[in-house]
């Protein structure tokens, strides 16, 4: 379902529909909006890539197809506010919205490596320094959005020019053409970075000397210290605070829902399953440990989805997990990647926006019966 009116569209499925599918169908993905939804004529449309470049360039969708190799890359996006809902309820009330477990899908994306793109364009610096404190601009001027008259985003170079990063400028998802609802006709992709960074119905790329100084880079999406507790007192920390880039280690439980009433087998375990993503570019995620007595014991979930040559994805996971009957039950995960990166014990650390949260995954609440 696709949505034009004014209202930023802004969902997720039930969690327990997202894992039945490793490759996430667009119909079936979240959508995170700061405006409404634009219709671009993907025949007419272009991008403009400028800034510090010798060779500015104006490039069409089909340029991007035809005049550059096209890349694939299977991997997560997740917005940075996945989880939120966890930190407000458990934790302690946050300002956002209240993303359950389910803001976040797995996909195989096609276009145009970003660094070919960047290199045509001519950059104005050797492209072997790593350290030239440049950034790369994506904006989009389509619609006003609620906060800004247009939505930009910005990463440091150095996560856009390396071909081990897997950046491109996708103009196909799941082998099929980006719906409207996904940026239609071309969006950035930035494999191990959060969503906000993936600008959907890209009209421009701007090399610069500075971040983006759109309000959605300086003002949101920052996991500001823990005095910050309110919108007056976070004030004085928006500038100080860098802005959130990678996505951090992460598990959900999608079965059993929390609140359910689940029954025993006849071993004594109930059939747990969710997913897990890596932290950043430390993919793939090796392990998921899931337990039902509060962490006291682990067991070792199976894992869908973890050779190396999926460092970007989400692993599907399943597991059989012993309970004891009764009511208030609870399970939890722990993902850990092959960078040892492993998810904090309880919860991750409180920050106003409640974004980044990465604390065990868990069903809460559940009634379990013989």
Known sequence: MEQSDQKPLNREPPTKTLVNHFLTPQDTSYDRNHGPIPHINPETHSIRVDGLVTNPLSLSINQLRSDFAQHEVTCALECAGNRRHTMRTLVKEVQGIDWGDAAI?????????????????????????????????????????????????????EMCLPVERDAILALEVNDTPLTRNHGSPVRVVLPGIVGVRWVKWLDRIIIQDHESPNVYQQRDYKALPPDAVDSKSAEKYWQSTPPMYEIPINSAIAVPADGETVTLSSTGTVEVKGYAIPHGVDGPVVRVRISGDGGDSWVDAQLEGSDESMKWCWVLWTANVKLSPGVQREILSCATDVGSNSQEREHSRWNLRGVGYSGYGRARDLTVVE
Not at 108 to 117: A, E, F, N, T, Y
Not at 118 to 147: E, M, W
């Open 105 to 157: 899908m797995n996909c195989k994306w096609k276009g145009p490596r970003l660094r070919d793109v960047l290199l045509r364009a001519g950059l104005c610096v050797d492209i072997a320094d790593q350290q030239s404190g440049l950034h790369v601009a994506f904006a989009s001027y389509q619609v006003k959005c609620q906060d800004n008259d247009w939505f930009e985003a910005s990463v440091p170079l």
